[in-house]
Nanobody
Framework: QVQLVESGGGLVQAGGSLRLSCAASGRTFSSYTMGWFRQAPGKEREFVAAIRWSGGSTYYADSVKGRFTISRDNAKNTVYLQMNSLKPEDTAVYYC???????????????WGQGTQVTVSS
């Protein structure tokens, strides 16, 4: 339905910053919720942050609250994840997702990007 492409991942030292981008194309709706998830090797995919296209309400996992900021540019159909004060435990593949529901679990998101690797060294 919606095509999503992530970019901005890479290798960074602990305490550093990265900004991830998610470009959306195809059929999009102002009522969509955009989310970021991450998955580390051997672990379940977990929710990181989400934002409503309309209104811009944001939601964060406790593990990233105060360090990560999600934002969107509706005109560019792009969502960003600014990651500051990165820790080694933030290392994971980060996925952008889009959904039409209000839930923040992965099952609430029907469209997914291919992911971008974030590696934080200590």
């Amino acid at each position: 339905q919606v095509q999503l492409v992530e970019s901005g991942g890479g290798l960074v030292q602990a305490g550093g910053s990265l900004r991830l981008s998610c470009a959306a194309s195809g059929r999009t709706f102002s009522s969509y919720t955009m989310g970021w998830f991450r998955q580390a090797p051997g672990k379940e995919r977990e929710f990181v942050a989400a934002i409503r296209w309309s209104g811009g309400s944001t939601y964060y996992a406790d593990s990233v609250k105060g360090r990560f900021t999600i934002s969107r540019d509706n005109a560019k159909n792009t969502v960003y994840l600014q990651m500051n004060s990165l820790k080694p435990e933030d290392t994971a593949v980060y996925y952008c997702a889009a959904g039409r529901g209000l839930g923040l679990g992965s099952s609430s998101f029907g469209s997914w990007g291919q992911g971008t690797q974030v590696t934080v060294s200590s």
